[in-house]
């Protein structure tokens, strides 16, 4: 039975499946999800036996736990690591959802829910995809699975579990779907990623919330003083304005812009998308370039004082923002953290104190496209798609990849099929059925072409 027939016959029970996974909350940066990390990792573990490993397992860290499984048909035939993540990110503002996050639904040629794409749906076509070599005996190489709990608050267990655990996921390639196309007509490969720094501000003025009135205009308010901040930190050209922020920077060439400027891009559509009528970013490139080659600086979040119905005239005691910088190869994420946590603290004026605390980070990735891996890629993207994929460098992160090149010697293939209005990380998160099944075929297709010419 060839793969088409197999997803035509059991696609009712894939998706019911599937289902099964997005109706558990596992949210890893809640704490009070803990629970539902662990029925995640269960559940999982229970996928993979189904599906044909001759083992899995659920494997404790000092965060949330991974599910690692395996299926060894011989030795000296090439190994598959597949990895990808069970968390998810929290669902806020909830009144803003069209359904429950946690209750999917098939609605418009979609599959609606918190992880649908990221990275539960893309994760799961993984199984599916074995699934069908396993039960039709076409498995052609070893494969080993890697799901893991704390992707989304930046992987800080994950490292050490793979340092301790090297020779168990030993592997000629690492197979990943948590990234996407440019388009469902228009197949591409994620070919790099940015890294990631993130931090918490804590600004404070007086010891106590006060009189807006008797006190307003004698003290420092902290909401004021840390917008003030924030508004130093990028300057009107769209540069990130703190010294030694680019030193590191590795200038993309002439040619290399070229080639991206050959991915097809409608910057109307892109703003119609998005219901904005301007662009915004670093002057003297362009939006595919700021999104893929140049770093950034964000708020991802800011709160203090008084934020419920009605009014309340408080100078508050404190104000609150969460910051992330995306960054480009050649930019160590632990060094710019430093930086930016050392700039405020000196620009802070004496009127306010101001803590800053870095949570977590990743360096950047990039993939050669002259990797056999690569190569079989491309054509199982062909095979499925009828054309070939265009090489494409992601503005998103995954701070664990470059961690598996470091610690694992190994490197990665991004192999994403998620879209732009995915909606991954906000409400309504979405995907295509087509693609969801677009994504197992090709996957199985993979599998061959890589086992054909593993190096």
């Known amino acids: 039975m060839d793969i088409k027939n197999y997803i035509s016959e059991n696609k009712e029970r894939f998706l019911e499946e599937l289902f099964g996974l997005l109706r558990i909350p596992s949210i890893s940066s809640l704490t009070e999800h803990k629970p539902d990390m662990y029925k995640a990792a269960e559940y999982w573990k229970e996928s993979l036996l189904k599906a044909g490993t001759d083992k899995a397992e659920v494997f404790e860290t000092e965060g949330n736990p991974v599910v690692y499984g395996e299926k060894i048909i011989n030795p000296d035939k090439p190994t598959i690591l597949v990895y990808a993540h069970m968390d998810v990110m929290p669902v806020d503002p909830i009144e803003e959802w069209k359904s429950e996050p946690f209750e999917p639904v098939i609605r418009d040629g979609k599959i609606w829910g918190r992880g649908a794409d990221d990275d539960k749906g893309q994760g799961f076509m993984h199984a599916k995809a074995f699934e069908y070599l396993v039960a039709t005996n076409q498995l052609p190489c070893n494969v080993k699975f890697m799901i893991e709990g704390e992707e989304e608050i930046g992987s800080p267990s994950l490292g050490k579990w793979c340092a301790t655990h090297k020779e168990m996921l030993k592997a000629d390639i690492i197979l990943v779907s948590d990234t996407s196309m440019i388009a469902s007509d228009i197949p591409s490969i994620t070919t790099g990623l940015r890294g990631l720094s993130y931090w918490q ?255």
């Open 201 to 455: 501000i804590e600004v404070t003025g007086p010891d106590r919330d006060l009189h807006s009135g008797l006190f307003g205009g004698a003290v420092a308010n902290p909401i004021n003083e840390l917008c003030s901040l924030m508004a130093t930190m990028i300057d009107k050209e769209g540069k990130i304005a703190v010294p030694g922020f680019y030193d590191d920077v590795l200038e993309v060439s002439d040619i290399e812009r070229k080639k991206l400027a050959q991915a097809p891009f409608d910057e109307a559509e892109y703003k119609k998308s998005l219901n904005i009528k301007e662009l915004k970013g670093e002057r003297g490139f362009s939006t595919i370039e700021r999104t893929g080659i140049r770093p950034t600086f964000d708020m991802c979040g800011i709160w203090g004082g008084y934020t419920g119905e009605g009014a309340k005239t408080v100078i508050p005691s404190k104000a609150y923002a969460k910051l992330s910088c995306r960054l480009v190869p050649n930019q160590n994420w632990e060094k710019i953290a430093r930086l930016i946590k050392n700039h405020l603290e000196k620009i802070a004026p004496n009127y306010i104190k101001i803590k800053v605390d870095i949570l977590h980070g990743g360096q950047g990735y990039v993939c050669p496209i002259d990797l056999p891996a690569y190569q079989a890629a491309e054509k199982a993207y062909e095979k499925v798609y009828g054309k070939m994929p265009v090489p494409y460098r992601s503005g998103g992160s995954i701070p664990i990849i470059s961690t598996f090149e470091e610690v694992l010697g190994v490197k990665s293939i991004l192999m994403g099929f998620g879209l732009g209005g995915d909606a991954i990380h906000s409400p309504n998160e979405n995907y295509p059925l087509e693609q969801f099944f677009n994504g197992i075929e090709t996957i199985t297709h993979f599998y061959k072409y890589f086992a054909e010419n593993p190096a």
